[in-house]
């Protein structure tokens, strides 16, 4: 009786360790981006996500990706704006670097942003970033963006790309 019971157990194991294998995992790698009804660029927003947002992937079609928030809202997101979620294992050895430092990672998942702006002046007096602060001003509608793309036949009204 037993042994029937080890048996089942394994089976049981098994079936779930291949369960979450297949349930993909994503995390969102850009500072914001939108979670979208269908897959294009310019399709109505469901959620808004930012970095670090946990995705379950659903299916993907032409380098879209739909997906399960942790709210279960079910959308589509490009494919540019995830990672997959994995597992590092580290060494014990802590004289070996094998990951960015703490506040390496907290640097870089704030984006380009006004404290990480003047952390790299404090480092690089010689760059100016009076452009870089133009260009944030610059705002651009919808409707220019669309016009801009039908003009020049581009396939970003599809979400597609040549």
């Known amino acids: 009786m037993t042994k029937s019971r080890s048996v089942i157990l394994i089976v049981?194991?098994?079936?779930?360790?291949?369960?979450i294998a297949a349930a993909q995992g994503l995390v969102v790698k850009v500072q914001t981006t939108q979670l979208r009804a269908n897959?294009?660029?310019?399709?109505?927003?469901l959620?808004?996500?930012k970095a670090g947002d946990r995705l379950e992937k659903v299916s993907e079609a032409n380098g879209w990706i739909q997906v399960k928030t942790a709210a279960g809202?079910?959308?589509?997101?490009?494919?540019?704006?995830?990672?997959?979620s994995t597992v590092v294992l580290t060494s014990t050895n802590q004289n070996l670097k094998t990951?960015?430092?703490a506040s390496?990672?907290?640097?870089a998942g704030k984006g380009f942003n006004k404290q990480v702006e003047d952390s790299y002046k404090a480092t690089h007096a010689e760059?100016?970033?009076?452009?870089?602060?133009?260009?944030?001003?610059?705002?651009?509608?919808?409707?220019q963006v669309q016009d801009f793309l039908a003009k020049?036949?581009?396939?970003?009204?599809?979400?597609?790309?040549?």
């Open 12 to 19: 049981v194991v098994i079936a779930v360790g291949l369960a």
């Open 39 to 45: 897959p294009q660029f310019f399709g109505p927003t």
């Open 47 to 49: 959620a808004a996500l």
């Open 73 to 84: 809202t079910i959308g589509w997101i490009h494919s540019s704006a995830v990672t997959q």
């Open 99 to 101: 990951q960015a430092t």
């Open 104 to 107: 390496e990672v907290a640097l």
């Open 127 to 143: 760059v100016s970033f009076v452009w870089v602060d133009r260009m944030i001003q610059i705002r651009i509608g919808l409707a």
């Open 152 to 162: 020049g036949r581009l396939a970003g009204l599809t979400g597609g790309g040549k």
